[in-house]
Every structure is written in structure tokens, then in C-alpha cells.
């Protein structure tokens, strides 16, 4: 490829986005819940519907022609479970290759789509991608921003969690773009929470933001210089969260009670009570839930001190992770000025006092902590547009470089550095006559290629045959306000470039970003029926492969003649599998999932039974999901 010659230090940096005048809004797009928010003159108000609620639950149900959006959709998921989608933050910029990590972390089926590199989500017959379901919330977000303010929301600052890498900071701003909201900016979550309780003003130094939401767990540790955050280190564990609390408590009643094996509906809704009677235990000692089991209903009750003791080795684990972000950063607790506390679930007590005694102080508390984001993103998005007196600076998340010869990785630009930024360096070729060169972005912090991510190639032709070293090639990197990366490369003799603006692999390619844009149901038609007859086929082959190896694991629970039922059934679906009618091959399926609906429950029963004994409601949950993709 190339060798490095020599390192120009920094090169210009391009001005950052233009002021502009209009509306702009502030949104916290997050797992569990979505927020949005105005600022004027400095003060965030958040923008709640007619019901005064600033949370609208980050839930999609595809139930019917229209995408159902927020608490609606979340009735939906104990009736229509395999229709609605939630916790589509955690797909996000997620390739085929990491899906492997994720299946069976979420309740529905996911898969990498080879073309594009990005996972797709099955719906019912529709195949969406994050980014669409995204778009979908945000849509909702920002009707419900009009409705409040009377009138056009068009732009908004939008955050994202300080680890998103930059495929996933691209699929957050592809799903503004499909929902109509140009995005001012992309702003970290814990730097957005810091500007809410305005420690942008004040005293310069560490501070932490612990942020436990509804299903993760993000400590990021902040340095204030000069009006910049900097994110210094980031950790936490993207399984633990509010979710677990409500777990936790669902398995206690369930064990208080003697009862086993809710079927899935009644395990979604004894989730539910069990969410009500914790957040009702953050200001009452005792609360009660009723639900029903097989139709008969149960009352239960929990008092603090119980939920405490459920609570306490998950929070304690979030301390964990608190001291190695500490370790990391090569600081200690006493050295931080403040403690940011966001996420619903810091509304627990016993959370805020573990927190306050591991930092030794009492945390900032008192903006509600499932808003305080959005309040910051508002903030930032009137000083981009009203021009506040502080223009807030990011930093990107992971270095930047090109491969050089060896698989090793040159950087270029070094995390953390403040954006908008360009640099430049210079290599050379390393061949006699060389009149090409390769050139291969990579993210991340590892020395060699192989442990970083690609991003992508491109090539510069062109270059006149020279002795090897003699020709000057300077590479740029420009990343611009939102963390969006182009590279372009110069011969210096003679002048020929070439240029690519980075889509990381997993983004939306123009073209597809077209598609969806124009209807996406009349165009292509052909190519979509193709790919859906296609999947179909791909599906069902799964259906037949899963429904044969629970037949070998767990035959004994059907009686012959069901056996019988589903072995025609399956012949039916071999046969529909052979042929050209989608439709078909679907109805055959449908009708093996009948057929084997019988067995499909004793085995829900028997994974819920045996899981119950020991195990968490979760990975039953998972074990659940796993049966309804069968
Ligand atoms: P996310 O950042 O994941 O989108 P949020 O910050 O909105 O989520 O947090 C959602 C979580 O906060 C849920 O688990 C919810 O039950 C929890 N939560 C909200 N209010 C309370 C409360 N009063 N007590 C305990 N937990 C709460
Ligand atoms: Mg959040």
C-alpha cells in the first residue's frame, strides 16, 4: 500500500454548520423512551402531548397500515407481540456481523442483509431496517413537537450515546433525514446532560454521568476545558437497566405466589404491574401488584426493603463498572467535581445512594433525570441556531487512520480531538512506477487493521510513474460538526485527487436513501417481490430446521397424532418452499405454525419451568422469542 513519509500537523479546519433561523428542537432518542425539547433564552422546557407526558415510549407496532408509535404501540406488545418493535437503539449501525452478539437479546428476528451489510428487522410481512423504525419514532417525536408549539419543526440537535461509533451516529442521522428533521448536530447523551445542569459555566475538571435507563447502563466520565467536554472514558453494560428491576420483582411475586409458567401474554403483563410497583416504590414503602395467571388473578405486594435487596448486586455491578471507567482515566473519585445522575431508573433510592457513596458526594439531581438529556439537546440547539454565547464543541469517539504497509494502521486523527477538525499527512508509494494506491480508512484503536474497523476504500490513479518515495501524496481527514468523516487524497506533483465521503458500511447508500424517500412500495416492485419469495423460502428453511431439532429435543411432549399433523404440514411447507408463490410458501408455514402451536406452548411451558428453577425471567423471555421464531 503505502509508507508513511512524513506528518503535517494540523491542516485547516472547516467552519462549523452556519447558524440558520427557524425552530429548532432538541430530541433525546433513547432505548426505552424519546424526549423533546425547546429552549429559549437559555431555559429548556420539554414538550409533552395533551396528556402532559414528556416520555413517549420509544415503541413501534406494526399492526396496521400506519406505524403506532409510543405508549399505543406498548399496549399492543401484550396482544400482538411478534408486531411491535422496541429497543431498536440497540440495532443501530449494527452490521450482519455483530448480529450474532444480539440475537436473543431482543424479542424479535433479526438478520444482516448481505448487500447493504445492515440488519433487518421481520415485522409481520414487513422488513424494516433500524433506521426506518427510527425514522418512524422520530416522526412521531416531531408531530408531537408541532402540535406543541403550533407550528413546523424541521431541525433539531439529536443525541446519541457517547460510545455510538460512526455507522451508528450515520443510521441517526439517516432516520432524521427519512423523518423530514435535518439534524444541526448529533451531541453525546452524558455531554448533553452536562450542559442541562449548565456545568458548561462552571467550574472546570472531571465530572461523571451515570446513566441507567430502561435497559443499559452507560458511565461516561466528562473533562470541562475551556467550554469543551471532552469524553474521557465510557463504559457500562448494555444488558442492565430498569428492565432487570422489573424482572427481578416479577420472579419474586411469581415465587411468593406458587404459581409457574405464565404463558407469554401473562408474563408480558405481570412485566407491566411489576414496572408500576417499582416506580411506585421510589416514593411509597410498600405497593401492591394484581395480575392474572391462566386467568385467575393474583395479588401480590413488595415492600422496599424486599426490592432493595433484589436491586442491590445490579447496582452494585453498575459500581463496577463506575471504577473502571475511573481506572481507565487514570483518575479517582475524590477528583471528580460532579455527578451527573440520568435515566428513569436513578429515580431509585437505593441508586442514588450507592452512587453518592462511591463518589463521595451527593449527585445532581435535581432536572427529572429521564429528561435532562433532551433539556441539553435543546439547549445546544438553540446556540447553533439563535447563536448562544457558547458554541459547544464534540470530540470524535474513536481515532481515525489508514492502513499502511503490514496490515498496520497509520492514525490520523486521534480520539478525542475536538470537532470539527481537518488534518493531513503525507505518504508516498513504495514501488519503482507506482501509479496507484489503495487507500483504506479504519476507525479504532488498535495498531493493526485487523482489530480496528474498516470503513471503507478508495483508490487514487493516476500518479506518474516515479522512483518509489519520490511521489507526495497528502491525505486529509475532515470530520464535520456531527462526527461524519470525509477522506481525500492529493499527488503533489501533479495534482490528481480523489475523494470519498465516508458512508461507513453499515449506513443507507444514497441510492437506497432515495428509495426510501420516493414510495417505497411502488418502486422496484420487482426486485422486492424477488427478495421477499427469496427471504420466505430462507424462513421457512429455518421454521423446518428449528421445528426438527425440537422435535428431537422434545418429542416426548406430543401424542402421535399431532406428530402426525405436523410432519403433513411440514410436506406442505417442502413443497410450497419448491415453487415460485410466496404466498403460498407463507400460508404453508402459517399453517405448520398452527399445527405445531400445541407443542410449540408444552414447550414454552417446560423452558418457563425449568428456567423459573434458577434462572431469569430474561432468558426465558429470550427462550420464549426463540420459539415464536420457530
Ligand atoms: P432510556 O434512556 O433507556 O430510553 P429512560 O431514561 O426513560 O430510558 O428510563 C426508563 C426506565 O426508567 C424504565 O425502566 C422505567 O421503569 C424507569 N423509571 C422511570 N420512572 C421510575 C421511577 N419512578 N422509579 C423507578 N424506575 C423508574
Ligand atoms: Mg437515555
Given at each position: 500500500m503505502s509508507t508513511l513519509l512524513q506528518i503535517h500537523e494540523p491542516g485547516e479546519t472547516p467552519a462549523p454548520h452556519e447558524a440558520e433561523r427557524g425552530i429548532a428542537i432538541g430530541i433525546d432518542l433513547g432505548t426505552t423512551n424519546s424526549v423533546a425539547a425547546i429552549a429559549e433564552q437559555g431555559k429548556p422546557e420539554i414538550l409533552r402531548d395533551d396528556h402532559g407526558d414528556g416520555l413517549l415510549p420509544s415503541i413501534v407496532a406494526y399492526t396496521g397500515a400506519e406505524p403506532i408509535v409510543g405508549r399505543a404501540a406498548a399496549e399492543e406488545q401484550t396482544r400482538h407481540p411478534e408486531l411491535v418493535v422496541a429497543s431498536v437503539k440497540r440495532l443501530m449501525g449494527r452490521g450482519a456481523a455483530d448480529i450474532k452478539a444480539l440475537s436473543g437479546t431482543v424479542p424479535y428476528e433479526i438478520h444482516g442483509d448481505q448487500q447493504v451489510g445492515m440488519v433487518r428487522l421481520k415485522v409481520g410481512n414487513r422488513v424494516l431496517s433500524p433506521v426506518e423504525v427510527s425514522a418512524d419514532i422520530l416522526r412521531a417525536i416531531k408531530a408531537r413537537a408541532e402540535a406543541t408549539l403550533g407550528q413546523p419543526v424541521e431541525r433539531a440537535v439529536v443525541t446519541v450515546p457517547a460510545y455510538f461509533d460512526d455507522a451508528a451516529r450515520a443510521a441517526t442521522k439517516d432516520a432524521a433525514k427519512l423523518a423530514g428533521i435535518e439534524v444541526l448536530r448529533l451531541v453525546n447523551e452524558p455531554t448533553a446532560a452536562a450542559l442541562a445542569y449548565g456545568l458548561d459555566h462552571g467550574a472546570e475538571g472531571l465530572y461523571a454521568v451515570y446513566d441507567l435507563g430502561g435497559g443499559t447502563f452507560d458511565i461516561s466520565l466528562l473533562r470541562l476545558q475551556q467550554g469543551v467536554f471532552q469524553v474521557l472514558s465510557t463504559g457500562g453494560d448494555a444488558a442492565l437497566g430498569g428492565d432487570d428491576f422489573d424482572h427481578a420483582i416479577a420472579e419474586f411475586v411469581l415465587r411468593e405466589a406458587g404459581v409457574q409458567a405464565p404463558s407469554l401474554i401473562d408474563a408480558k403483563t405481570l412485566l407491566v404491574a411489576a414496572r408500576s410497583a417499582k416506580e411506585a416504590l421510589t416514593a411509597a414503602p410498600k405497593a401492591e401488584l394484581t395480575f392474572h395467571i391462566n386467568g385467575k388473578e393474583i395479588r401480590q405486594s413488595v415492600d422496599l426493603a424486599k426490592f432493595e435487596s433484589l436491586i442491590e448486586p445490579m447496582v452494585a455491578r453498575t459500581l463496577r463498572a463506575c471504577r473502571q471507567v475511573l481506572e481507565d482515566a487514570e483518575v479517582t473519585a475524590p477528583e471528580v467535581k460532579g455527578v451527573v445522575l440520568v435515566g428513569g431508573?436513578?429515580?431509585v433510592p437505593l441508586v442514588r445512594r450507592m452512587v453518592a457513596k462511591f463518589f463521595g458526594r451527593a449527585p445532581l439531581s435535581d432536572i427529572n433525570p429521564d429528561e435532562v438529556v433532551a433539556a441539553g439537546a435543546a439547549l445546544q440547539a438553540e446556540a447553533l441556531t439563535r447563536g448562544g454565547d457558547t458554541l459547544l464543541l464534540d470530540v470524535i469517539p474513536l481515532s481515525l487512520g489508514i492502513e499502511t504497509v503490514g496490515g498496520i494502521v497509520e492514525k490520523v486523527i486521534d480520539r478525542n480531538t475536538v470537532i470539527p477538525v481537518a488534518k493531513a499527512q503525507e505518504f508516498t508509494t513504495y514501488q519503482d512506477g507506482q501509479t496507484g494506491m489503495q487507500i483504506h480508512i479504519v476507525q479504532g484503536e488498535r495498531e493493526t487493521v485487523d482489530a480496528c474497523r474498516s470503513l471503507g476504500r478508495f483508490e487514487l490513479t493516476g500518479i506518474p510513474p516515479m522512483a518509489a518515495g519520490a511521489a507526495r501524496i497528502r491525505i486529509t481527514f475532515a470530520v464535520d460538526a456531527d462526527g461524519l468523516l470525509t477522506v481525500s487524497a492529493q499527488e503533489k506533483t501533479t495534482g490528481v485527487k480523489a475523494e470519498i465521503a465516508v458512508k461507513p458500511s453499515y449506513g443507507l447508500d444514497e441510492d437506497e436513501m432515495a428509495d426510501m424517500l420516493r414510495d417505497s412500495l411502488t418502486h422496484a416492485r420487482e426486485d422486492m417481490e424477488r427478495r421477499l419469495l427469496i427471504e420466505a423460502r430462507v424462513e421457512a428453511e429455518r421454521m423446518l430446521l428449528a421445528l426438527d431439532a425440537a422435535l428431537k429435543s422434545?418429542?416426548?411432549?406430543?401424542?402421535p397424532s399431532e406428530r402426525a399433523g405436523i410432519d403433513a404440514a411440514s410436506g406442505k411447507v417442502r413443497a410450497a418452499m419448491a415453487g415460485e408463490d410466496r404466498d403460498r410458501i407463507g400460508a404453508a408455514v402459517e399453517a405448520l405454525e398452527k399445527a405445531s402451536h400445541p407443542f410449540a406452548q408444552a414447550r414454552m411451558d417446560r423452558a418457563m419451568e425449568s428456567a423459573l428453577k434458577g434462572h431469569s425471567l430474561d432468558e426465558v423471555e429470550a427462550s420464549m422469542a426463540t420459539d415464536r421464531a420457530e
Open positions: 431508573s436513578t429515580r422434545d418429542g416426548d411432549l406430543i401424542r
